[in-house]
């Protein structure tokens, strides 16, 4: 069944290169639309380099959304990720 | 998804540094699950590009469901041309009109998920249109 999902964190670290590919990994693994918006600005999360242009950082909220069939599990998956986001490196 | 081979990535450029370097950047990124290898330079490591170097890349990075090829510049994309024309490898192999550093990270990064050679394809030539500001 097609649904739409939404889910937010606050980023525990800035939103680097590394977690970044971690990130567009995981949404590319489902057929769902995939989402970031963090303020006015929105990123297809299963485009690497639009996620890495958002330029999210330490503090700041970020909304996943995802519509589609898996848009439960691709929500929980990414939010997941962004929840490992480490302030140091990468 | 998982258990299944990615498409590898070959980087051609006119220096092995920056083909090396581009390579373990893409590779930090993606996660390490795709084959990325690099065809940097001339035959006796100066600037330049090397058709046996980039054979040796491309069957390098075949494990089963194709090869993209990222060029950097001008001969590059003669060399792989030259290749492509006087050689037939057993998958497909595509090559990708995209930029080098962001072209060679959105096509692992897609490899990694699991995307075919087309799907690396577009990711690598889809990188023109992202803005890093």
Redesign the interface.
């Known amino acids: 069944m097609p649904g739409s999902c939404e889910a937010a964190i606050t980023l525990t670290g800035d939103l680097h290169?590394?977690p970044?590919?971690?990130l567009?990994?995981?949404?590319?693994?489902f057929q769902s639309m995939v989402e970031l918006a963090v303020g006015a600005n929105t990123a297809n999360a299963?485009?690497?380099?639009?996620v890495?242009?958002l330029g999210a950082t330490r503090g700041q909220h970020i909304t996943v959304r995802a519509d589609g069939p898996d848009a439960a599990e691709a929500v929980t998956a990414l939010i997941g990720i962004l929840a490992e986001a480490t302030p140091v490196g990468g | 998804m998982s258990d299944e081979a990615r498409v590898g990535i070959v980087l051609v450029s006119h220096s092995a540094a920056l083909a090396e370097g581009t390579a373990e950047v893409a590779g930090q990124i993606g996660g390490g699950s795709v084959v990325i290898a690099a065809a940097g330079g001339t035959d006796d490591g100066g600037i330049g590009t090397s058709i046996a170097r980039v054979r040796q890349a491309v069957q390098c990075a075949e494990a089963g469901a194709g090869v993209v090829i990222l060029p950097d510049l001008g001969s590059s994309v003669l060399t792989v041309r030259a290749l492509l024309a006087e050689e037939d490898f057993p998958g497909p192999v595509a090559l990708a009109d995209a930029p080098f550093v962001e072209g060679a990270v959105a096509a692992t990064v897609t490899a990694a998920a699991g995307g075919d050679v087309k799907a690396v394809l577009r990711a690598a030539e889809e990188a023109r249109h992202a803005r890093k500001l």
């Open positions: 290169a590394r970044a590919g971690s567009a990994v995981m949404a590319a693994k299963k485009s690497v380099l639009a890495m242009g």
